[in-house]
T-cell receptor
């Protein structure tokens, strides 16, 4: 069983749409990361959360520790948002970098 | 935002050969990590390195793997005798402090033939 599950696996949206990507995890965590992987393979860190909500530009990340669930929202989506979005968690007691990764959600935003 | 480079960007090697992948953080960092991603699969943790020693490693990081920081700046991952299943994208990541975001390098694509 995967410790980090993301949904949907694939998502196609029209430019301007509001997008939500979900992440559920089964372990106790000390932090959750949202990452963006570009078609060329490079990975960019978007957010690190341990509680509540964070916002950066058109991106919003929320986490509900009790429900073991996090969401990544993209407002006013744009074709340049097309990428794979990855949720990763650091389990409680785990070292700094020992992240457990989800399989990713592939987002395609059409003009 | 801290910058991390990795060399080479792509390496092709024959099975059984040794490879060294390099990670060069531009500024001073304390925590270093290696991850790998086999094509079409999820990213997996290999090892974390702090204060010039391994702080944690995964089951994947067996005796064929080693890490070091030979000259105080470069951070290297060595695979002693490559296998076909070592073909993957290898990412280095860094953090300045504990509990903060990680910055990833662009990755090295390793192809073992």
């Amino acid at each position: 069983k995967n410790e980090v599950e993301q949904s949907p696996q694939n998502l196609t949206a029209q430019e301007g749409e509001f997008i939500t990507i979900n992440c559920s995890y089964s372990v106790g965590i000390s932090a959750l990361h949202w990452l963006q992987q570009h078609p060329g393979g490079g990975i960019v860190s978007l957010f690190m959360l341990s509680s509540g909500k964070k916002k950066h530009g058109r991106l919003i990340a929320t986490i509900n520790i009790q429900e073991k669930h996090s969401s990544l929202h993209i407002t006013a989506s744009h074709p340049r948002d097309s990428a794979v979005y990855i949720c990763a968690v650091r389990s409680r007691g785990g070292s700094q970098g020992n992240l457990i990764f989800g399989k990713g959600t592939k987002l395609s935003v059409k003009p | 935002e801290p910058e991390v480079t990795q060399t080479p960007s792509h390496q092709v090697t024959q099975m059984g050969q040794e490879v060294i992948l390099r990670c060069v953080p531009i500024s001073n960092h304390l925590y270093f990590y290696w991850y790998r991603q086999i094509l079409g699969q999820k990213v997996e943790f290999l090892v974390s390195f702090y204060n010039n020693e391994i702080s944690e490693k995964s089951e994947i990081f067996d005796d064929q793997f080693s890490v070091e920081r030979p000259d105080g700046s470069n951070f290297t991952l060595k695979i002693r005798s490559t296998k076909l299943e070592d073909s993957a994208m290898y990412f280095c990541a860094i953090t300045l402090l504990a509990g903060v975001e990680q910055y990833f390098g662009p990755g090295t694509r390793l192809t073992v033939t």
